[in-house]
């Protein structure tokens, strides 16, 4: 168990597990992608709280979560790459994260596996450095993954990961509480063809336009 543990108690994280429901109890138990990812969770962070975001009607059977949340589902969102999860992913994210009790907050995808808590450590030493006032949005550095990272594959501003973040909750439910708006904007895509999106972003722009744009 990491040391970090020591400041940071596991019962004060609340983890929302969000996204479709991705394997059935009838799957071989390599292809239960969600229940591995629960499983993880228990193992990794003892003590936390779960809670499921996931879709109306969804088979949550043989799943350890300790709450469930069953969203209506908003549909595709229709962005600059084509028809895409935006929306639902942010549905899904903050009305988990409303429900968070807890001081901190985890946001995860339903298909994502924890191999350690060792976060944690890099939580507490980069929120030790200073922070410029005048580039401050939230209370708190947030620890993210850098699968988007604009020095890598994605050449874009405001693409950062959305695939996991841990730091306070209000932290969270303030990057995350964001209108979902189809603006219904014409573009001009790749092949040179016009057509009409409800946002011309990409999921994780969508994400970082709205929550910087407040």
Known sequence: MSPVNKIIDFSEITVVVQGPI???????????????CLDSIRKYLPGAKIILST???????????????ENKDPGPSILAGGARNGFRQVVSSINGLKAV?????IKMRSDLVLRSNNFLYYYLVYNSYFFEEKFKFV??????????????????PYNASDWFYFGLTSDLIKIFDIPLVREG?????????????DVPYSNEQLIW??????
Not at 26 to 33: K, S
Not at 139 to 156: A, G, H, I, Q
Not at 209 to 214: A, E, I, T
Request: proline share 4%.
């Open 139 to 156: 209370s708190e550095r947030v620890v993210m993954l850098t699968t988007c990272n604009p020095r890598r594959r994605y050449k874009f």
């Open 22 to 36: 991705i394997g059935s109890c009838f799957d071989e138990p390599d292809n239960r992608h969600t229940k591995i």
């Open 101 to 105: 009790k807890t001081k901190y907050a």
């Open 55 to 69: 879709w109306e009607n969804s088979d949550t059977k043989g799943l350890d979560y300790d709450f469930l949340i």
């Open 185 to 197: 904007v014409p573009i001009v895509d790749e092949n040179g063809e016009q057509r009409v999106v």
């Open 209 to 214: 336009f709205g929550f910087l744009s407040k």
